[in-house]
Each structure stands twice: as structure tokens, then as C-alpha cells.
């Protein structure tokens, strides 16, 4: 069996270290695992001590890494999936070994067997890229990261997950980087789930709030930043777009407006209220989720649940799409009465408009977290694509 000290770049020079952190080198490294889909299967909330001190060991076991020297960068010639084999994968195998994504009874070889088609996808998806199994270009580049870097991310994640600790019974954590929202009651995640967040020129706002109220099968009224940016230049090239889509325009006392009064030639038009009728085209979907805020954001469904596929899910422009609507409202009504399972679903395809205060209102928290550790396995990274970190 290699030793993953020997895999590290003064392992592969001299097969000589010096020992490392006992916790650099635990066997749970092996074993674990993350969602094929990106999201960790683990209980553990983000916002949590435990998620604070596995951010701290990971740390210190990437600096760890770094000081033996890390690993040797390797240029990308050709794209690396199962049945592949030479020299490269070689390489990958004993890569992928270092960090625990490959048991390393398993580094040896050269070819991309089932145990290193897991190993690649494991590492695809705690590092927020496309899980497929090949290693193309854009997994070369992460596993190419020197650990010195990982280890700078790591450290500096450490003060904004000390700053965001929370301890409410009930509570929703959208993590922007991740482009994922846990539900979080007593202590432990009940659900983990994709979400789609701001675009970096459109950035979803860190924030804390409560949600105190649902509106199904909402109207949207659509902000004048979009009106400006987007519903004129397609009006301009689509002039039937407003009624295909479902929507009207009102004066700021609600009396309507032709389209064809309005000079698209200028931004005439965000002077005028757009607003968008209940129904299949909506933006919203069927539900919009409220909290007090400055932002003027809010948590929403989506006619378009094909973006909650991609590994990168920055497409909005500030509010965050919520995967899995149903099970997300059923949650956070549970305890307001008359809103059983079967209520929210019968109200999720009925199509009548409703507004539902909460009973007992639900912390959220936006937050920004791009490394961090976790009680039994690699490390997780995402891109800092605010660049409010560390560039990573």
C-alpha cells in the first residue's frame, strides 16, 4: 500500500518526510464520500461548531501538506475517464490519493478504473465542478492547486464561519459559493438542496432575516433594474413577448398600459409598473418566500428547473431559486395551522393566489463560505466568484 507521504513532492523526489499531523493521514479521508449531485450527505449544519473545527483541522492538514512540499502540478494533455490509461493517469491516481478522494491502497496503476471513476467524481463534487467522471481541463486545474492556496482558503474561511454562528432551533442557510440552502431544526440538517444564486454583476446580498410569509401563486413585479437591463432590449427584438409571457403594465395608480404607447427607443418603460400574472410562465413558479430586508430579495420557485443541474448555478440576478419547493414550504409551515403536507400541495397545483403568514417565523442567513471542513472527509471549495474572499 503507498503511504501518502510518499505521494507528496518530496515523497516523490526522496521517499523521505518528516511525519506529518496524525489527523493529516486519518483513514475516514478515505472513506468519505460527497452526493454525486455536489451536496454533502452529512447532517452537519454549515453554520455549526463542528463545521468550524473540521474548517481548523483542514487548515492545518493542507499547511501540513504544503510544508512537506505538496504535490507535483501536472499539465493537462487529453481528458481522463474510465478505460484511460498511461502515465497520466498515473499521476491522478496517486493525486487522488493525497487529499483521501482514493483509498490509497488504490493509487497505484494506470488506468481509470471504477475505484478512480469514484474517486474522480468525489473530488468533482466537493470542489463544486460538473460530476461526470472525466477529468478534463477544469478538474486538472483544481487538482493542480497548490495545498498552499487550499490551505489560505481554508484559514481565511475560518473568522467569516466564527462570525456566522448561529444557534436557532429552526433555521435556513443559503451559502452563496455553493449555490446551496440546508434546512436546518435542532442541531442538524433536515435538507440540503441546490440552489441558484446571483450572477457576480447581479450579486445575491449577505443578509440575516426571518421568513414570516409565503405567497402562493404570486404575481411578479418586476424590478426597474430589470425592466432596464433586460424586458426592453427583448421587447425591442420580440414585441409579442409581454403577452406570451403573461404580462401588464400599469401606471403607479394600477390603471393599465398599452405597449404600444411606450417608446422602446428609451427607457421610458421604468417609469411604468410590469407586472406579471400567476401562472406557468411565471418567474417566480408558484411560490415566493418573504423576509424583511433591504435588498428587496426573496427565495422563489422557478419555471426553469433545468439550471439546478449545472454544477455552477449563478444565474439570477440577486434572488435565490429554490430547488425543492415542496418540501422547503411544508417545512417551514409546520407549525402554522392548517397547513399540513397535503394543504401545500393541493395550493402548489391548484393555481389560487394565497398569502400565509408564518406562525413562527424562520431565520435565514445568506452567507458567503467558500472552504470549510468536515467532521469525516476532504475538505470542501468553491469558487470565490465575488472575489470576496480569497480569489479561489
Not at 409581454?242 to 395608480?253: A, K, P, Q, S
Not at 394600477?254 to 404607447?261: A, C, H, I, L, N
Not at 418566500?289 to 454544477?311: C, E, K, M, R, W
Given at each position: 500500500?503507498?503511504?501518502?507521504?510518499?505521494?507528496?513532492?518530496?515523497?516523490l523526489?526522496?521517499?523521505?518526510?518528516a511525519s506529518a499531523?496524525?489527523h493529516?493521514?486519518?483513514g475516514?479521508?478515505d472513506?468519505a464520500?460527497?452526493?454525486?449531485?455536489?451536496?454533502?450527505?452529512?447532517?452537519?449544519?454549515?453554520?455549526?461548531?463542528t463545521?468550524?473545527?473540521?474548517?481548523?483541522?483542514?487548515?492545518?492538514?493542507?499547511?501540513g501538506w504544503?510544508a512537506?512540499?505538496?504535490?507535483p502540478a501536472?499539465?493537462?494533455?487529453?481528458r481522463?475517464s474510465?478505460?484511460?490509461?498511461?502515465?497520466?493517469?498515473?499521476?491522478?491516481r496517486?493525486?487522488?490519493a493525497?487529499?483521501g478522494?482514493?483509498?490509497t491502497?488504490?493509487g497505484?496503476?494506470?488506468?481509470?478504473?471504477s475505484?478512480?471513476?469514484?474517486?474522480?467524481?468525489?473530488f468533482q463534487a466537493?470542489?463544486?465542478?460538473?460530476?461526470d467522471?472525466?477529468?478534463?481541463?477544469?478538474?486538472?486545474e483544481?487538482?493542480?492547486?497548490?495545498?498552499?492556496?487550499?490551505a489560505r482558503?481554508l484559514?481565511?474561511?475560518?473568522p467569516?464561519l466564527?462570525?456566522?454562528?448561529?444557534?436557532?432551533?429552526?433555521q435556513?442557510t443559503?451559502?452563496?459559493?455553493?449555490?446551496?440552502?440546508?434546512?436546518?431544526?435542532?442541531?442538524?440538517?433536515?435538507?440540503?438542496q441546490?440552489a441558484v444564486?446571483?450572477?457576480?454583476?447581479?450579486?445575491t446580498?449577505?443578509?440575516?432575516?426571518?421568513?414570516?410569509?409565503?405567497?402562493?401563486?404570486?404575481?411578479?413585479h418586476?424590478?426597474k433594474?430589470?425592466i432596464?437591463?433586460?424586458?426592453?432590449p427583448i421587447?425591442?427584438r420580440d414585441?409579442?413577448?409581454?403577452?406570451?409571457?403573461?404580462?401588464?403594465?400599469?401606471?403607479?395608480?394600477?390603471?393599465?398600459v398599452?405597449?404600444?404607447?411606450?417608446?422602446w427607443?428609451t427607457?421610458?418603460a421604468?417609469?411604468?409598473?410590469?407586472r406579471?400574472?400567476?401562472g406557468?410562465?411565471n418567474?417566480?413558479?408558484?411560490?415566493?418566500?418573504?423576509?424583511?430586508n433591504?435588498?428587496s430579495?426573496?427565495?422563489?420557485d422557478?419555471?426553469?428547473?433545468?439550471l439546478?443541474?449545472?454544477?455552477?448555478r449563478f444565474h439570477?440576478s440577486?434572488c435565490?431559486?429554490v430547488?425543492?419547493?415542496?418540501?422547503?414550504?411544508?417545512?417551514l409551515?409546520?407549525?402554522?395551522?392548517?397547513?399540513?403536507?397535503e394543504?401545500?400541495?393541493e395550493?402548489?397545483?391548484?393555481?389560487?393566489?394565497?398569502d400565509?403568514?408564518?406562525?413562527?417565523p424562520?431565520?435565514?442567513h445568506?452567507?458567503?463560505?467558500?472552504a470549510w471542513?468536515v467532521?469525516?472527509g476532504?475538505?470542501q471549495?468553491?469558487k470565490?466568484?465575488?472575489s470576496?474572499?480569497?480569489?479561489?
Amino acid at each position: 500500500m503507498l503511504d501518502r507521504r510518499s505521494l507528496l513532492v518530496g515523497g516523490l523526489a526522496a521517499a523521505t518526510f518528516a511525519s506529518a499531523p496524525a489527523h493529516a493521514w486519518d483513514g475516514a479521508f478515505d472513506t468519505a464520500s460527497a452526493r454525486m449531485d455536489g451536496l454533502q450527505d452529512v447532517e452537519t449544519p454549515l453554520l455549526s461548531a463542528t463545521t468550524l473545527h473540521a474548517t481548523r483541522i483542514a487548515s492545518e492538514t493542507y499547511a501540513g501538506w504544503a510544508a512537506e512540499g505538496g504535490w507535483p502540478a501536472y499539465p493537462f494533455t487529453q481528458r481522463l475517464s474510465l478505460g484511460a490509461q498511461g502515465n497520466d493517469v498515473s499521476w491522478l491516481r496517486q493525486r487522488l490519493a493525497v487529499t483521501g478522494d482514493l483509498a490509497t491502497q488504490y493509487g497505484a496503476g494506470t488506468v481509470v478504473d471504477s475505484f478512480v471513476d469514484a474517486a474522480i467524481r468525489r473530488f468533482q463534487a466537493r470542489h463544486g465542478l460538473t460530476v461526470d467522471g472525466v477529468a478534463g481541463a477544469a478538474t486538472f486545474e483544481a487538482l493542480n492547486r497548490p495545498a498552499a492556496d487550499r490551505a489560505r482558503s481554508l484559514t481565511a474561511n475560518i473568522p467569516r464561519l466564527q462570525a456566522a454562528l448561529v444557534d436557532d432551533r429552526r433555521q435556513v442557510t443559503v451559502n452563496v459559493p455553493s449555490a446551496q440552502i440546508e434546512m436546518v431544526e435542532d442541531g442538524a440538517v433536515v435538507l440540503r438542496q441546490s440552489a441558484v444564486v446571483g450572477q457576480p454583476n447581479r450579486a445575491t446580498p449577505l443578509l440575516s432575516s426571518k421568513i414570516h410569509e409565503i405567497n402562493f401563486n404570486p404575481y411578479w413585479h418586476v424590478p426597474k433594474s430589470i425592466i432596464r437591463r433586460d424586458l426592453i432590449p427583448i421587447i425591442r427584438r420580440d414585441p409579442d413577448y409581454l403577452t406570451r409571457m403573461g404580462m401588464r403594465i400599469y401606471t403607479g395608480n394600477w390603471k393599465e398600459v398599452s405597449p404600444s404607447s411606450i417608446d422602446w427607443s428609451t427607457d421610458e418603460a421604468t417609469n411604468y409598473v410590469f407586472r406579471q400574472e400567476p401562472g406557468s410562465r411565471n418567474a417566480l413558479g408558484r411560490v415566493r418566500i418573504n423576509f424583511a430586508n433591504q435588498h428587496s430579495v426573496y427565495l422563489h420557485d422557478t419555471p426553469d428547473p433545468g439550471l439546478f443541474g449545472d454544477a455552477s448555478r449563478f444565474h439570477s440576478s440577486g434572488c435565490v431559486r429554490v430547488q425543492r419547493i415542496p418540501e422547503f414550504v411544508t417545512w417551514l409551515l409546520k407549525d402554522t395551522p392548517g397547513w399540513s403536507t397535503e394543504a401545500v400541495a393541493e395550493f402548489l397545483t391548484n393555481g389560487q393566489r394565497r398569502d400565509v403568514a408564518i406562525t413562527n417565523p424562520v431565520p435565514v442567513h445568506f452567507v458567503y463560505i467558500t472552504a470549510w471542513g468536515v467532521p469525516a472527509g476532504p475538505a470542501q471549495f468553491r469558487k470565490d466568484i465575488y472575489s470576496l474572499v480569497d480569489g479561489s
